[in-house]
């Protein structure tokens, strides 16, 4: 499968920015699809996954209670909503999917748990 982050670009703390991944090759039905970021000179972080159901997800504590993450499988999409952004939420955002087995209960956060990694989108938070 094929992924591609877009929605990226340049916005003041405090605004929102919507970030889609969308899937080509394959349906992401099955997949967990992760959300991770990467600042200059960091590691890559996680930020939000995903079940095939869209019901269990998880996110990583710098983000929990203002992103929230959603999929729409008829569109072949996952979403992230970026509310209440802050000058540290300025990274490359990429979009994974795990293409192993899931299980309920198990976070998947680590950038080894995924499979495909799509070309990520720049967010930049100005003050």
């Known amino acids: 499968v094929q992924l591609q982050a877009y929605g990226g670009g340049l916005v003041q703390a405090g605004d929102s920015l919507r970030l889609t991944c969308a899937a080509s090759?394959?349906?992401?039905?099955?997949?967990?699809i992760g959300w991770f970021r990467q600042a200059p000179g960091k590691e890559r972080e996680f930020v939000a996954e995903i079940r095939y159901n869209g019901e269990d997800i998880h996110y990583g504590n710098p983000v929990k209670g203002r992103f929230t993450v959603s999929r729409d499988n008829a569109k072949n999409t996952v979403s992230l909503q970026m509310d209440s952004l802050k000058i540290e939420d300025t990274a490359v955002y990429y979009c994974a999917a795990r293409a192993s087995e899931s299980y309920y209960g198990e976070i998947y956060h680590n950038t080894d748990d995924y499979d495909y990694w799509g070309q990520g989108t720049e967010v930049t938070v100005s003050s």
């Open positions: 090759g394959n349906t992401l039905y099955g997949y967990v």
